[in-house]
């Protein structure tokens, strides 16, 4: 267990540092907003990521007041997108791109693998 739990770490590491991180201080970047040093830059994504906390937990409230209407909607649309044969069509296009690029990337691929290992054997030890 402690081998999985450290590969997860480790492929969690990895996808912040290859993805999050990257894209985050573009982000910030682009706005002028650059860390002076690697001290600022923690700083930085230790607030980013509180605040991304924060900001899920609005958005979970806010999203439960929605969601009965949502799924409806969902619903709906599900059932018009199977009718017309076109269910998932665009969705599973983009996401098998964003997976192509990614799985491109040996470390990406293998951070991901880690992390999944590592939920599934979670939800063995659950049940």
Do not use: C
Not at 34 to 43: C, G, I, K, L, S
Not at 55 to 74: G, I, M
Not at 112 to 117: E, G, R
């Amino acid at each position: 267990m402690d081998q999985v739990k450290q590969a997860a770490e480790q492929g969690y590491a990895t996808l912040v540092a290859e993805l999050a991180a990257p894209y985050f201080f573009e982000k910030l970047s682009a706005h002028g907003i650059v860390p002076r040093n690697e001290v600022e830059a923690t700083e930085m994504w230790s607030a980013a990521q509180k605040l991304h906390v924060l900001y899920t937990a609005e958005q979970q409230k806010a999203a439960a007041v929605q969601t009965s209407k949502l799924a409806s909607a969902n619903e709906q649309l599900d059932a018009v997108l199977v009718a017309a044969g076109l269910a998932g069509s665009e969705k599973v296009a983009a996401f098998n791109q964003a997976a192509d690029v990614a799985a491109a990337q040996p470390n990406i691929a293998d951070a991901v693998l880690k992390l999944q290992a590592a939920a599934a054997l979670a939800l063995q030890n659950a049940g």
